[in-house]
């Protein structure tokens, strides 16, 4: 008689990068022990009926804020984390713009205290990369980071712009310890200048903000961070793509072999210049919504894989400060964590891309890209039990009075959607369940940089390093 496993799902479609196919599921001690015919499944302890629901793994989304510490009107670990279960997210990776700032060990520490004491899904920190955080780059990997966020332009929480040669120091730095450098890719000093322009010129509707920041602005950040990784080895990661121009340097720099991956979000997808005026200062975001014509061709880079995948920078913010009339003092950023999964399987129902392209951007991929696979990512024996059970066939309109995030004000708000995730599991355990939160589970959720492993790095021309500088080597 086999032994006892803690739950079995019976009857749902499993879905991979690869196939979908009937089948069951057991899980036991957090891991996935089998997958097969009912009939071969071990006895359970509880199982569950998936009968016309889909069974995929649980959504990694690799940039939120979730602004604990430092900004409780607007999120804290518990609603942000609570947000990603109801939308079948079973990982997150926080930003390190909080109050403090996450640039040193100390504040790494307490903010690694305070996610485990709240979290309902599995974590990973990110900590700064920039003029103040450079010596502490040791430190902080010691203290459990999932990589570093650097930011070459401005946005909330005002965290200074390095410049270029801060920055290729930092990627010095980094390029030999093989942890990835996620970049906010927008040239400061252009914004800069144009803002001053259209402020001097009297402009503070909503779309001067896109007025703001042309799509140049991050093409000339990809660009000059692409060739500063490719000087130095080091690995980036270029968050939140906006526009179509941004898909040649990244290409390009992709084809030339630099370490270069990259995410977009739903808002460059499926907003457009005309929310401006539907929204206000709601559709305020960094880097903004842009034109139209700019959805298509970032739609067909995802599908051909030169956008790895599809994240949320997941930006909550109170009401009132998502609604001033002066754009330029509205508040950058909208929640998305917890709608990110139904309105994208929403497209999939529509034939936009497979529901296996979308598994591909939603958890392979960046299961892949930060060394969690296969532990995460993936439905297979031996990973963790990381679920999300979805209903394709679910009509609804998304509602902002209902969300869990603490920030209910969003631009999704009223848009139809198709897709509805039902029972998320995080390593075994119902963190949501019939869209009920499974308030046990609150501090269950684990930080994940434990188990990263990331590849064997392949640094180049880090001979400037302040180590090389002063240990003469003869050169
Ligand atoms: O709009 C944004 N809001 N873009 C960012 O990069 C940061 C974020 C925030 O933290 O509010
Ligand atoms: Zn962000």
Not at 275 to 294: I, L, S
């Amino acid at each position: 008689m086999a032994e006892t496993v803690d739950l079995v799902i019976h009857g749902g479609t499993i879905v991979s990068p690869d196939a979908s196919y009937r089948a069951s599921i057991a899980i036991k001690d957090g891991l996935i022990h089998a997958i097969g015919a009912a009939d071969a499944m071990p006895p359970a302890k509880e199982t569950l009926d998936a009968t016309g629901l889909h069974i995929l793994p649980g959504a990694i989304d690799v940039h939120v804020h979730f602004r604990d510490p430092g900004y409780p009107q607007k999120e804290d670990f518990a609603s942000g984390t609570a947000a990603a279960a109801f939308g079948g997210v079973t990982c997150v990776f926080d930003m390190p713009n909080t109050l403090p700032t996450i640039n040193n060990a100390e504040s790494l520490a307490d903010k690694h205290k305070i996610a485990s004491a709240k979290a309902y899904v599995d974590y990973g920190l990110y900590a700064v990369l920039g003029d103040d955080s450079i010596a502490h780059v040791p430190a902080l990997i010691e203290g459990g980071v999932i990589g570093f966020k650097l930011y070459m332009g401005n946005t909330f929480g005002r965290i200074p712009s390095p410049s270029t040669g801060a920055m290729l120091e930092a990627f010095e730095v980094v390029a030999p310890t093989g942890k990835r450098i996620s970049l906010h890719a927008e040239t400061n000093s252009i914004m800069e200048r144009r803002e001053a322009r259209l402020r001097a010129a009297g402009r503070t509707e909503p779309i001067a903000h896109l007025a703001a920041r042309p799509a140049v602005v991050a093409v000339e950040a990809v660009e000059r961070a692409a060739t500063l990784a490719e000087w130095t080895g080091a690995r980036i990661h270029v968050l939140h793509i906006s526009s179509a121009a941004e898909l040649r340097p990244l290409a390009e720099a992709k084809a030339r072999g630099v370490e270069i991956t990259g995410e977009t979000c739903p808002q460059y997808l499926l907003l457009d210049e005309t929310d401006y005026d539907k929204f206000g200062g709601v559709v305020r975001v960094n880097p903004p919504v842009r034109e139209k014509p700019n959805q298509q061709p970032i739609w067909d880079a995802l599908v051909d894989g030169t956008i790895d995948m599809i994240a949320t920078d997941h930006a909550p913010h109170a009401p009132e400060e998502k609604t001033r009339p002066d754009i330029w003092t509205v508040d950058c950023g909208f929640p998305g964590v917890e709608t990110q999964m139904p309105l994208m399987l929403t497209e999939i129902n529509k034939g936009r891309a497979t529901i296996q392209d979308y598994v591909r951007w939603s958890a392979d991929a960046p299961a892949k890209i930060w060394g969690l696979y296969p532990r995460k990512g993936t439905l297979t024996v031996g990973s963790d039990a990381d679920i999300a059970i979805v209903d394709l066939n679910r009509e609804w309109t998304v509602d902002d009075a209902l969300i869990q995030s603490t920030s209910r004000i969003s631009p999704w708000h009223g848009r139809k959607a198709t897709a509805l995730p039902i029972h998320t599991i995080v390593r075994g355990r119902f963190v949501m369940k019939d869209r009920i939160l499974q308030e046990d589970a609150r501090g269950t959720g684990r930080s994940v940089h434990a188990i990263q492993q990331m590849p064997k790095p392949a640094p180049r021309n880090t001979d400037s390093t302040m180590q090389a500088i002063t240990s003469n080597t003869g050169r």
